[in-house]
Every structure is written in structure tokens, then in C-alpha cells.
């Protein structure tokens, strides 16, 4: 899992989209993470209501029942009460779930959101506000339609950087979440595009698997999404990637980056997103944290280069 926190303000009504809930989930490297959502009056003599509009969980959600949803009311004029704080347990409770997406509807005023999952592996403060690093998630609840694209993957950026094992190839651990608030099911397809550096170059070219387009394949996935489905993943690339040349391919490493372009299987909503985490060498185990960054999936398809 990851780290990331989310700033929000939300006026009349509006839906507030936490596509990545944790309830003290272990995770890598002796992590274990927890989800926070602070919700703060920006009137003080306001009286929100947060209610519970979906929760999508790996084996498939559900929508709630307006009458039976987790409700919270942001009682006024008390000062003690400026600050509604929910933990994981608290947005999903009712599905025996510790991971997954959900939907909080707002009414009743204006206020400010600020979300977030942290790695409680170090403790609390009291028992209640969990300690980490943290990073912006976007919670604007707008969906995607169509094709998408995750904008930036971690690349091979540090050293040692080597092709075997895989696992030393870098100190970036990508993770990528899709959540389907739909009650139908969702597919969604991705394919890798890979770019390399070269000492001294400021461009960064597009790399293309060994003997591609003949015999090479790209870095490609599809995942099923059930109705109300939540799915997150570590992705790594499969591929030794290379540099086309005059006098053949070159094996390269996709030092720069990666980007993944999304195909849906349908014109559905859904929300996709990256957590790149800045991990330990494996080999050593230092640094001893995990440094996350959350990227949300912007619309549009980038395509790969045609290498025929």
C-alpha cells in the first residue's frame, strides 16, 4: 500500500471519492497502513452531513442504502466539534473489508477535506492520529470516461541498476488501483510505454522489447473489475527493453520513466490511479521507509510508438 493525503473543499453538495481506504493493513518492507480523513467545518455555525454513497471492494461493493448508510453529523455550534475525523474502520464498516474504494456525500455546508493513508508502523499519537509521510490524493470525485493514461511510473533511476534479478533494478515500487462504482463490471486494459536516457542527452527516447514489432511484446495487463470492484496491484515491467540501432537492438534500461495508457471495455465511470513508493534497496534494506507519491490517471490515450 501507500502514503498519500488529499486537501478538498467542498461546498452545498458535492461527492467525495476515496479511491484507496486502509484499516492498519500490513504491507512491504514492515509497513502498516491506515486511513485518516479529516473533515473541517468552514463555517463554524454549519451543520454537515456525510453519508456513505458506495463502498467497491475487491471481490465486489455495493451501493448504500440512503436510510441504512454509515451517517456523520458535524454538530454545531460546539468549537470541539469543528473537526470530524474518520478512520478506516469507520468507512468501511458493515464489509468485513480492510481495503477498498469509497463515496461520502456532503450537504449542509462548505468544508474542507483532507485524506489520507499513512504507514502507522512507527505508532500514534494517543492512539488516534497516525504518524507518516503523506502526499496528495485527489478526491474531487469526477470519474474517468474512456481511455485514460497514468501519467508517470517510476523508472530504473538509481544504482545498482541491473537487469537480473529484477527485483535490484530500482528502488521505485509501482502500484496501480482501479476502482469501478458501477453496477456492472469493468475490464480494463494497459499497455507500457518505456523511456530511456543517455549520459549527457536531454531527450529521453521511447524503448521498444527485444525484436518488436517481429517477436517482441509489450508491457501489456487486463484486469476485471466485478460490480463495485476495487483492485490494486504491484506492476512490473516483464520485458528487457531495447534501443533500435544501425547495427542492431541495444538492451536499455527504461531509466526515465513509464507511462501506462488505459483502455476501458465500456463508456462506465471509473477512477484509476499510480502509487509510486520510494523503497528500501532490497538488497540492503536502506533506507529503512517507504516514500510514496499518489498519481491520479488523467483522460486520453497516449500511443505507444510505432516501431514497424
Do not use: H
Given at each position: 500500500?501507500?502514503?498519500?493525503?488529499?486537501?478538498?473543499?467542498?461546498?452545498?453538495q458535492q461527492t467525495i471519492v476515496l479511491p484507496a481506504v486502509s484499516d492498519n493493513v500490513?504491507?512491504?518492507?514492515?509497513?502498516?497502513?491506515?486511513?485518516?480523513?479529516?473533515?473541517?467545518?468552514?463555517?463554524?455555525?454549519?451543520?454537515?452531513?456525510?453519508?456513505?454513497?458506495?463502498?467497491?471492494?475487491?471481490?465486489?461493493?455495493?451501493?448504500?442504502?440512503?436510510?441504512?448508510?454509515?451517517?456523520?453529523?458535524?454538530?454545531?455550534?460546539?468549537?470541539?466539534a469543528r473537526m470530524l475525523r474518520l478512520s478506516g474502520a469507520d468507512l468501511l464498516v458493515g464489509t468485513?473489508?480492510?481495503?477498498?474504494?469509497?463515496?461520502?456525500?456532503?450537504?449542509?455546508?462548505e468544508v474542507i477535506v483532507n485524506a489520507r493513508v499513512a504507514d502507522v508502523s512507527r505508532g500514534t499519537m494517543w492512539e488516534a492520529t497516525p504518524f507518516g509521510q503523506g502526499q496528495l490524493m485527489a478526491t474531487d470525485g469526477e470519474p474517468l470516461i474512456g481511455p485514460a493514461h497514468l501519467p508517470w511510473l517510476g523508472g530504473c533511476l538509481n544504482i545498482p541498476c541491473t537487469f537480473v534479478p529484477r527485483e535490484n533494478w530500482n528502488y521505485y515500487r509501482n502500484n496501480i488501483g482501479f476502482v469501478n462504482p458501477n453496477p456492472e463490471p469493468l475490464v480494463l486494459d494497459g499497455v507500457a510505454l518505456a523511456?530511456?536516457?543517455?549520459?549527457?542527452?536531454?531527450?529521453?527516447?521511447?524503448?521498444?522489447?527485444?525484436?518488436?514489432?517481429?517477436?517482441?511484446?509489450?508491457d501489456t495487463f487486463t484486469k476485471i473489475l466485478p460490480p463495485y470492484g476495487w483492485l490494486q496491484f504491484r506492476w512490473d515491467s516483464e520485458q528487457i527493453y531495447t534501443y533500435p540501432g544501425i547495427f542492431g537492438d541495444h538492451p536499455d534500461l527504461p531509466s526515465a520513466a513509464f507511462l501506462i495508457?488505459?483502455?476501458?471495455?465500456?463508456?462506465?465511470?471509473y477512477f484509476a490511479y499510480a502509487?509510486?513508493?520510494?523503497?528500501?534497496?532490497?538488497?540492503?534494506?536502506?533506507?529503512?521507509?517507504?516514500?510514496?507519491?499518489?498519481?491520479?490517471?488523467?483522460?486520453?490515450?497516449?500511443?505507444?510508438?510505432?516501431?514497424?
Open positions: 500500500m501507500f502514503v498519500v493525503s488529499a486537501c478538498s473543499v467542498v461546498s452545498a500490513q504491507g512491504v518492507n514492515g509497513s502498516v497502513w491506515a486511513t485518516e480523513v479529516q473533515i473541517i467545518k468552514m463555517d463554524p455555525d454549519d451543520n454537515p452531513t456525510i453519508r456513505r454513497l458506495w463502498v467497491c471492494l475487491e471481490d465486489g461493493g455495493f451501493a448504500d442504502d440512503p436510510v441504512t448508510a454509515p451517517t456523520w453529523e458535524m454538530v454545531r455550534p460546539e468549537r470541539y468485513g473489508a480492510t481495503l477498498g474504494g469509497v463515496a461520502l456525500e456532503i450537504e449542509g455546508g523511456f530511456g536516457e543517455w549520459p549527457g542527452v536531454e531527450s529521453s527516447r521511447e524503448l521498444a522489447p527485444p525484436g518488436f514489432p517481429d517477436s517482441g511484446e509489450r495508457s488505459l483502455t476501458p471495455d465500456s463508456d462506465l465511470p502509487s509510486v513508493v520510494f523503497a528500501p534497496d532490497p538488497q540492503s534494506g536502506i533506507p529503512a521507509f517507504n516514500d510514496p507519491l499518489f498519481i491520479p490517471a488523467r483522460p486520453g490515450f497516449v500511443a505507444p510508438f510505432d516501431w514497424e
